[in-house]
């Protein structure tokens, strides 16, 4: 069974045409997976912007529903029997046909990847594996492949105490034409991996198909064979440029070798240089240099082939990438919340922003820009946004929409003033304003009167203006200005008047009058 995420994203990129073994990579499923979500989704009937409007737990039980949960127990394949068969002198037996035979037997048995898994296992440990290397033919523009250098070499010197820090090379390069970039940052948190990612596209000038980054915990939250779970902020990235992100096998570094290639050559190419030059005393003054020496890098001569990087990537790699964003991708602060407080409002920088009070309870995750406050929730799915605040006050920051009614509605009620409510009650007639304005006159604090003052204007709704205007008028009368009052005395006029007291109803065939219940 596949997360929410997981089944959403399969679902778009067989939608945009993705090639099964493309989703495999992506999101650690095998075919089979594959074709059963999408004959799921298809059997449902739903659009797909009917199926986007879901909540998570709903496109689970859609896809996966309980009553086919497998809890039986599953053969394991005679993988001794189909290996003899596949190393028999002649054969042209493969790993799929030893699966289509196991299937055969056993209809509910393994699916086929979890067979070539179990299978590939068997021989590791019996057979020693099999080391023959793949030849891979490079696509032009696909994929940038993304890490970090593992030598960590101490020149950034603080000129004011003498000490030496250590410096991170973020690096990429682009699968045909080697195209590097490198920058230097102080750690390898977060923001550093997101902002060398923005940057090395910049660089390029053009979006490749597929980032390929290393399993490191700013990029991936989980990757297992069965499982793959980006970090949010790298999410985000990847719906602004449109591509997918593609992390290789976890712990396989054969996954990512054109990389580690690149990463062992900057070693020496990159490094060894820059620690020719001693220290440097601030970052800008190491990256003009690292600017420097990856430039040469990308202009210098193959020793094999003809021409420089730079050449086979303005031949091979930028015609087939996709043209920059318009805009420029903004980098966000994020803050995970593990539960939405009681009060529905979650902090950033010492203000309060609400969300919708049913999400109380649940986690959601804060994204802050210089200009917004975005709030999304496990999925990270957008909630709300709010306009960010840099003033003292207020300290809350409360869309009305996101109140309880009843919160709602004391707001509304502690928001208004005397000559609001004296408004109010002049839509009534010059009675009702009378009564409302000796109302709140009576209190010692006009303040005090406010939620009377509500209360009796709220009794009115939908009551006739005329009916009303009686009503205040006998309270005027009786120097009976309070809310029990007029409660009461609007309760007889309206009985007189349901009673026959008032003016006769007008004649008509759907109105029974009360001669009908006798």
């Given at each position: 069974?596949?997360?929410?995420?997981?089944?959403?994203?399969?679902?778009?990129?067989?939608?945009?045409?993705?090639?099964?073994?493309?989703?495999?990579?992506?999101?650690?499923?095998?075919?089979?997976?594959?074709?059963?979500?999408?004959?799921?989704?298809?059997?449902?009937?739903?659009?797909?912007?009917?199926?986007?409007?879901?909540?998570?737990?709903?496109?689970?039980?859609?896809?996966?529903?309980?009553?086919?949960?497998?809890?039986?127990?599953?053969?394991?394949?005679?993988?001794?029997?189909?290996?003899?068969?596949?190393?028999?002198?002649?054969?042209?037996?493969?790993?799929?046909?030893?699966?289509?035979?196991?299937?055969?037997?056993?209809?509910?048995?393994?699916?086929?990847?979890?067979?070539?898994?179990?299978?590939?296992?068997?021989?590791?440990?019996?057979?020693?594996?099999?080391?023959?290397s793949m030849a891979v033919e490079r696509i032009p523009g696909e994929k940038m492949y993304i890490d970090w250098v593992g030598d960590q070499p101490e020149l950034l010197l603080n000129p004011h105490t003498g000490e030496i820090k250590k410096v991170h090379i973020f690096t990429t390069t682009l699968g045909v034409s080697s195209l590097?970039?490198?920058?230097?940052?102080?750690?390898?948190?977060?923001?550093?991996?997101?902002?060398?990612?923005?940057?090395?596209?910049?660089?390029?000038?053009?979006?490749?198909?597929?980032?390929?980054?290393?399993?490191?915990?700013?990029?991936?939250?989980?990757?297992?064979?069965?499982?793959?779970?980006?970090?949010?902020?790298?999410?985000?990235?990847?719906?602004?440029?449109?591509?997918?992100?593609?992390?290789?096998?976890?712990?396989?570094?054969?996954g990512k070798s054109t990389v580690e290639n690149h990463v062992r050559y900057l070693e020496t190419h990159l490094i060894e240089r820059l620690k020719e030059k001693k220290h440097f005393t601030s970052l800008e003054a190491l990256n003009d240099e690292t600017k420097k020496i990856i430039a040469d890098i990308n202009k210098r001569e193959?020793?094999?082939?003809?021409?420089?990087?730079?050449?086979?990537?303005?031949?091979?790699?930028?015609?087939?990438?996709?043209?920059?964003?318009?805009?420029?991708?903004?980098?966000?602060?994020?803050?995970?919340?593990?539960?939405?407080?009681?009060?529905?409002?979650?902090?950033?920088?010492?203000?309060?922003?609400?969300?919708?009070?049913?999400?109380?309870?649940?986690?959601?995750?804060?994204?802050?820009?210089?200009?917004?406050?975005?709030?999304?929730?496990?999925?990270?799915?957008?909630?709300?946004?709010?306009?960010?605040?840099?003033?003292?006050?207020?300290?809350?920051?409360?869309?009305?929409?996101?109140?309880?009614?009843?919160?709602?509605?004391?707001?509304?009620?502690?928001?208004?003033?005397?000559?609001?409510?004296?408004?109010?009650?002049?839509?009534?007639?010059?009675?009702?304003?009378?009564?409302?304005?000796?109302?709140?006159?009576?209190?010692?604090?006009?303040?005090?009167?406010?939620?009377?003052?509500?209360?009796?204007?709220?009794?009115?709704?939908?009551?006739?203006?005329?009916?009303?205007?009686?009503?205040?008028?006998?309270?005027?009368?009786?120097?009976?200005?309070?809310?029990?009052?007029?409660?009461?005395?609007?309760?007889?006029?309206?009985?007189?008047?349901?009673?026959?007291?008032?003016?006769?109803?007008?004649?008509?065939?759907?109105?029974?009058?009360?001669?009908?219940?006798?």
């Open positions: 069974m596949h997360n929410y995420n997981t089944i959403i994203g399969v679902i778009e990129m067989r939608k945009n045409k993705i090639s099964y073994p493309i989703i495999r990579q992506r999101y650690g499923i095998g075919h089979s997976g594959i074709v059963l979500i999408m004959d799921r989704y298809e059997a449902s009937g739903l659009s797909w912007e009917e199926f986007l409007k879901l909540e998570p737990p709903q496109v689970e039980e859609l896809i996966y529903p309980p009553k086919n949960i497998r809890k039986d127990d599953i053969p394991m394949p005679d993988f001794e029997k189909y290996y003899e068969r596949m190393m028999a002198k002649g054969s042209k037996v493969n790993m799929f046909y030893c699966w289509l035979d196991y299937k055969s037997e056993h209809p509910n048995g393994y699916q086929s990847s979890q067979f070539y898994e179990y299978f590939n296992r068997f021989i590791e440990k019996n057979y020693g594996g099999d080391h023959v590097v970039y490198a920058e230097c940052f102080l750690d390898e948190k977060l923001p550093s991996f997101m902002q060398g990612t923005v940057n090395a596209v910049a660089y390029y000038e053009a979006v490749p198909k597929y980032f390929v980054p290393d399993n490191c915990k700013t990029a991936v939250s989980k990757h297992t064979k069965d499982e793959l779970i980006l970090n949010t902020a790298y999410q985000d990235l990847e719906e602004f440029y449109n591509v997918i992100i593609l992390p290789p096998p976890a712990r396989k570094p054969k193959f020793q094999k082939k003809i021409g420089s990087r730079m050449d086979a990537y303005l031949k091979y790699d930028k015609p087939q990438m996709k043209p920059l964003p318009g805009d420029k991708y903004s980098t966000c602060d994020y803050k995970y919340i593990l539960k939405v407080p009681d009060n529905y409002h979650l902090e950033y920088d010492g203000h309060y922003y609400s969300v919708l009070y049913t999400y109380r309870g649940q986690p959601a995750i804060l994204k802050a820009t210089p200009t917004e406050i975005w709030i999304c929730d496990r999925n990270n799915r957008l909630i709300c946004k709010h306009k960010r605040s840099y003033k003292d006050f207020p300290k809350y920051i409360t869309d009305d929409s996101h109140m309880k009614p009843e919160h709602l509605y004391y707001k509304e009620v502690n928001a208004h003033d005397g000559d609001y409510y004296r408004r109010w009650a002049s839509a009534y007639g010059e009675y009702t304003a009378e009564l409302i304005d000796q109302v709140l006159r009576s209190a010692k604090h006009e303040e005090q009167a406010y939620n009377s003052c509500a209360g009796i204007l709220h009794s009115c709704k939908g009551i006739p203006h005329a009916v009303v205007e009686e009503a205040s008028l006998k309270c005027i009368e009786m120097h009976a200005c309070k809310y029990s009052y007029f409660k009461r005395v609007l309760g007889v006029v309206t009985t007189n008047i349901d009673s026959g007291g008032g003016k006769a109803l007008p004649s008509h065939e759907n109105i029974r009058g009360k001669d009908f219940y006798k």
